[in-house]
């Protein structure tokens, strides 16, 4: 990921000719998985071909990643003992695996839902913590993110896995986006450009770790073992907007003061933020503008804003970890990476 981030990458192509299916429209360019999002290994998790077979490959995914976040934290979760202070949230939100099994005549089970993706890797891991697939539509894994930051914050849960995931195998989102102008047409997110017509859709699993300090310290590892310290965040809706899916300028503003106040960070230490950033002309001007009347004031002169998006497309329900990996990455070599487009 930091290579693809360093070196500017464009990561826009066409669907794999083997994953292409008769409703998907061939010049749809978007990111996609380099292996077949089939590619699971079902023993190692604990399922049976067939449970696998049925089993959304969304669900398949964030196992996989979530197994390998633990592993970089350096956390050994034994299955034959339940841990109650460990929690799951998993953002995910399209239902393209369940809509393909219902069209071939195949009923739905617990796994092909985007909804058991969590229950599943709660399942595997033998873990008691509060447990949510998180579904806010494109906000998805930034509220899964949110909310277990929280739960630790509060006591809650002593480690929480967070993320999101999207694979795409259908095209009625697609249909969505196009139905209402909010597709690009050229197939890559321009964001905060004049040249910017809309959002292309990319596919993604990411998870995170979140620790609490001392259960870290009762690891022997220290802070300075994590990749970064969440020092706030908060979360809010913003009321009746242009529509449905338009941003709201007074709600940013305010959900950034609130989240500034919660980290105890004021607007003159900030100097990058990473934003939604869909590379829409309704949504880039709202965003960005709402952030330059919450700096206003401050003195710093300038704010450098980005959007993952540029390289990557809109993730949709793993957008939002997958902006918060890119900063991280950034903190961690002391280095901004260019936005694209």
Sequence with gaps: MWALLRDGVDGMRLMPEERQIASMREEHLGSYFDESPDSFDAAFFGMSPNEARMADPQGRQALIVSWEALEVAGIVLDSAERRDDVAVYMGVMTTDYSRLLEASGILASLDSVPRGAAPRLAYFLNVGGPVMTVETLCSSSLVAFNVAANDVRAGRASVAIAGGVNVILGDYVARFYESTGSMSSNGRCNTFDVRGNGLTRGEGALAVVLESVGSMQARGRGVEGALAVVLGSDI???????????????????????????????????????????GTSLGDPIEANALSQVFVDSAVGSVAVSSIKTNIGHLEAGAGVAGVLKVVLEFGRRSLVPSLH
């Design 236 to 278: 809010n809706h913003g009321g009746r907007s242009a529509g449905l899916a338009a941003p709201n300028g007074p709600a940013h503003q305010a959900l950034i003061r609130q989240a500034q106040k919660d980290a105890g960070v004021a607007p003159g230490r900030v100097s990058h933020v990473e934003l939604h950033g869909t």
